[in-house]
């Protein structure tokens, strides 16, 4: 298993333009295919707030026994572009993706994600039916479901003003109390540590200011025609189970797959069973 800073140290790293800025994304890439073209789709991850692609650290290694995987930093997060002046609404993380796949020279993907990484897929799917071929969302923001008061919370100016101990001990709760059961100590560090430098604070209270709930309600989720997985941990409060079967009566080919004993960081909670169903999707 590794921890985060060996999978800071294997991510690539490429420039996209978003709304006129030029902006480093961070990417962690693996797979026979890693780099070059290969027959089936490579399977894209997509993280949400306030993690980063390490939340996929138990489910990547074993698609990527068969499959090119990719997994982004969303501008805004982990090791990509923190700076300040940038959008990092799930709007700008879209033309990100988008520019993000055109680089690497993809066509067709299938979309793995979760939380606000959920939004985007959900808006990139709608809007580029023919580009994705499998989608899956776990605990996925949708319509209005969406921001939750700890990222609102986030999102206040005076969260930039924290002392670095108390912002860490409101990350450690997220995490720590979060977790169904015994929270592990690596996960819990690897998610706090891009938000605990200076730019890393101030990024996170753009990132959280930038959940706008308007860019999940416009989707028109009738024109996504991928083969739809929700493989949804039914215990969340933040994005719960209802909103699963609400998407699953929109969407067409949509099936439910809830994993119990699961809150909203469904793929630390359950990893074994979380990458078991997804593999068993991809064949």
Known sequence: M?????WSDEQATTTVTVDGHDLEVAYHEDGPSAGGAGDESPVVFLHGIPTWSFLWRDIVPAVAEERRTIAPDMV?????AMHDGFDRSIRAQEVMLEGLLEDLG????VLVAHDIGGGVALRFAAHNPDAVEQLVLSNAVCYDSWPVEFVSELGLPSTADLER???EARLESAF??????EADPEFVAGMKAPWLTDEGRVSLVRDAVATNTNHTTEIDYGAIEAETLLLWGEDDVMQPYDYAERLAEDIDDAALAPLSDAYHWVPEDRADDYG???IDFLK
Do not use: C, K, T
């Not at 590794?2 to 060996?6: F, L, M, T």
């Not at 805004?76 to 990509?80: F, K, L, R, T, V």
């Not at 720590?176 to 059961?181: I, K, L, N, Q, T």
């Open 176 to 181: 720590v109390d979060g977790a169904y059961g």
């Open 76 to 80: 805004g997060y982990g090791n990509s």
């Open 2 to 6: 590794v921890d985060h800073e060996i």
């Open 106 to 109: 993809i066509d067709r993907v």
């Open 276 to 278: 078991d169903r997804l």
């Open 165 to 167: 101990e108390e912002l």
